[in-house]
């Protein structure tokens, strides 16, 4: 199977998480769109959605889905989003599509986080994927600097030859160079630095299902 027919694979399995009649927590992302399309064809079944990104809004009202604004509701039953790295233990590095600080909101709003993705993202130990870590723009070279004494290089992320800039106005840096044995820790500390507004990684917020797309079929991982 491809990649884009796995992540159709693991899209198409995600709705059997979706609870009928309630508001569902939606991520970001091109395993994430697969997921829409499909919710899209069930979009009578549920009550609306709460998006944790624009991209992820507009393609969901484009299919006809209610999107609220996630203080306009309560708890969420489910929030399904995808992951650019996965370990054994259900931590996850996100925030290759910049939506990493939404995402985590909507996540620790939600009761359950199913993740869905390839088997490509699994891995032993977090930090082969570039870190991202959103930050107000004026503390982008002191928290670069802080990660230096991690033995990390943190490079402003861009897009068309300028920063990036996310959907909260902010900016991104991603970090290579890191091994990270303790997600919960690192978590908690990094987001403790001025300047910080959210680190990608997702340890706080785990995954409690992930749902694997292989050669072999689907493979669902619970924590």
């Not at 979706?18 to 979009?43: A, C, H, M, Q, R």
């Not at 489910?78 to 233990?89: C, F, L, W």
């Not at 600097?145 to 990036?164: C, I, V, W, Y």
């Amino acid at each position: 199977m491809t990649q884009d027919e796995l992540k159709a694979l693991v899209g198409q399995a995600a709705l059997d998480y979706v609870v009928p009649g309630e508001i569902v927590g939606v991520g970001t992302g091109s395993t994430v769109n697969k997921f829409i399309d499909e919710l899209g064809l069930i979009k009578d079944r549920i009550a609306g959605a709460v998006s944790s990104s624009e991209a992820s809004t507009r393609r969901l009202l484009a299919l006809g889905i209610p999107v609220f604004d996630a203080n306009e509701v309560g708890e969420l039953a489910v929030y399904i989003d995808g992951a650019d790295e996965i370990d054994p233990r259900g931590y996850l590095i996100k925030g290759g599509g910049a939506a990493l600080t939404r995402e985590k909101i909507v996540a620790a709003q939600a009761r359950r986080f199913v993740c869905i993705a390839d088997e490509s993202k699994l891995v032993d130990a977090l930090g082969q994927f570039p870190l991202p870590v959103e930050v107000i723009p004026m503390a982008a070279q002191r928290i670069s600097r802080q990660f230096e004494k991690m033995n990390g290089q943190a490079t402003l992320r861009l897009k068309d030859g300028k920063p990036l800039v996310t959907d909260n106005g902010q900016h991104i840096l991603d970090v290579r160079g890191l091994l990270i044995l303790d997600p919960l820790g690192f978590e908690s500390e990094v987001n403790q630095w001025p300047g910080v507004v959210t680190v990608g990684v997702f340890a706080h917020q785990k995954a409690d299902v992930c749902l694997i797309g292989t050669a072999d079929g689907l493979r669902t991982l619970s924590y």
